[in-house]
């Protein structure tokens, strides 16, 4: 269950992080009371910060394409299912990144032309006369992080591919029927054996790489978003005629606190949940909390819905647009945020437990045990003397533990005790040996 905590905890702190982005905070204390909407002047340029939009769906394509790759993999290679599975899914993400870079690519060409054009602007009410300051270091930290994408996407690309090919790329053995399952497979492949400890060192490569495209995929959504907000949204009676204005963008009070408590508490509660704490009245405590969360976060999508609907009946002004997009992605995201919880109760403690459960048999009272069956033993004779008795299995002669090799770091078996005269030492086997394999 730990990457699905993962992926819950991003859910909360990705809904958190909206929350104060769109709250109306005027510090600590104060929480303005606004509408989830954003008046933006007709005389805004189409784009970010006099950034074409097309440059920003080429950046969130790219980051999207390589963080769906880059969790795909983990989440796969921590399922650890049989080699060919393994090598499918590995080679249909390593599409995704070369997608990913394509993107990554277009969008450095884009941005590198609009490396000294990026400007934060203010349009004065009365004479619609726009003034600008220059903005370049978003365009700046933006291209280094295209080529950042562009760079470790192609290096991710150069290991997945050959390696996931000659399956080297694959999680340590966790028992011997993945071993047994993977040799099969790797013997209808063809393959050639590997040297011992090469599998680990491919590994580790291939996960510096994509966590370094991880973070570079995260970093450039999050600064394409900052760019997208140096566009100009105005609030005000001049601006919004109807009664009454709008002052503020953002939304109600209600909606703001509810979420803010809702999110917080989901964060607290799932690290907790990640506490290794191996106690049965634990589990169900933060399970318990997390059904109740389910349901706030169900309850914070309502009122969003109802503000949405409410903003959106409202008149928009002659001299801007409204837009509601970052309002609308933030009732998407408490949507999955309550989902997201009851998915995991389900697999955890329904489907999970099922799998898992031992069936008691049935306990007989004495009177339900016939005490004489008629004919039962008729023309059977009791004679044991006049039985043989079974054959005497043979033994190797050996006992053996698992155990991670030393220089490969992977699990085999260790000969912990010897036999004296059995079969094992008349064939020079001593304590100390690791076995790697069985054979005829």
């Given at each position: ?15 958190l ?108 009410p ?31 690309i150069?290991?997945l ?26 013997e ?24 370094l ?6 970093a ?74 389910s349901?706030?976060f ?86 044991m ?16 533990v ?39």
């Amino acid at each position: 269950s730990l990457p699905w905590l993962l992926f819950m905890l991003g859910c909360f702190l990705t809904v958190l992080g909206l929350t104060f982005a769109q709250g109306g905070f005027d510090g600590f204390n104060t929480v303005n009371d606004g509408i989830p909407r954003d008046l933006v002047p007709v005389t805004e340029t189409d784009g970010d910060g006099s950034v074409p939009e097309v440059n920003r769906a080429c950046r969130l394509a790219a980051g999207c394409l390589a963080i769906v790759a880059v969790v795909t993999i983990a989440l796969v290679f921590h399922a650890n299912p049989k080699p060919r599975r393994q090598r499918i899914v590995y080679l249909i993400c390593a599409v995704l990144i070369i997608g990913a870079f394509a993107m990554a690519i277009t969008a450095l060409i884009l941005d590198v032309q609009y490396i000294d054009e990026a400007k934060q602007c203010t349009t004065e009410p009365v004479t619609l006369q726009r003034y600008c300051v220059d903005a370049d270091g978003y365009i700046v930290a933006l291209v280094i992080l295209d080529a950042a994408v562009i760079a470790f996407s192609l290096a991710a690309i150069a290991m997945l591919i050959p390696w996931s090919l000659d399956f080297s790329f694959r999680r340590k053995y966790r028992h011997w029927v993945d071993i047994g399952r993977d040799m099969a497979e790797e013997e209808a492949e063809q393959m050639a054996p590997k040297k011992p400890g090469l599998e680990h060192v491919h590994v580790v490569l291939i996960f510096m790489a994509l966590g370094l495209l991880l973070i570079a995929a995260i970093a450039l959504i999050v600064v394409t978003g900052l760019l997208h907000d140096l566009r100009e949204r105005v609030t005000g009676e001049y601006w919004d005629s109807t009664d009454p204005p709008q002052d503020y963008s953002g939304w109600p009070v209600t909606n703001t606190q509810a979420r803010l408590f809702t999110s917080a508490a989901a964060c607290i509660n799932t690290v907790l949940t990640l506490i290794p704490w191996p106690r049965r009245e634990w589990a169900y405590a933060t399970a318990f909390c997390f059904a109740i969360l389910s349901g706030l976060f169900f309850y914070c999508f309502a009122l969003d819905v109802a503000q949405l609907e409410s903003a959106k009946e409202r008149a928009c002004p002659a001299s801007v647009s409204c837009e509601f997009g970052r309002y609308s992605a933030t009732a998407v995201f408490d949507f999955i945020c309550g989902l997201v919880p009851l998915v995991y109760l389900v697999w955890q403690f329904v489907i999970k437990h099922n799998k898992s459960r031992v069936v008691q048999p049935k306990k007989f009272k004495p009177e339900d045990v016939p005490m004489h069956i008629p004919g039962l033993y008729e023309g059977v004779e009791h004679d044991m003397a006049k039985q043989e008795p079974p054959p005497i299995r043979p033994t190797l002669g050996v006992e053996v533990v698992e155990m991670e090799h030393p220089d490969t770091r992977e699990l085999c078996l260790t000969v912990i005790n010897v036999t004296k005269g059995g079969c094992y030492e008349e064939a020079g086997g001593r304590i100390g040996d690791i076995l790697l394999y069985w054979g005829n």
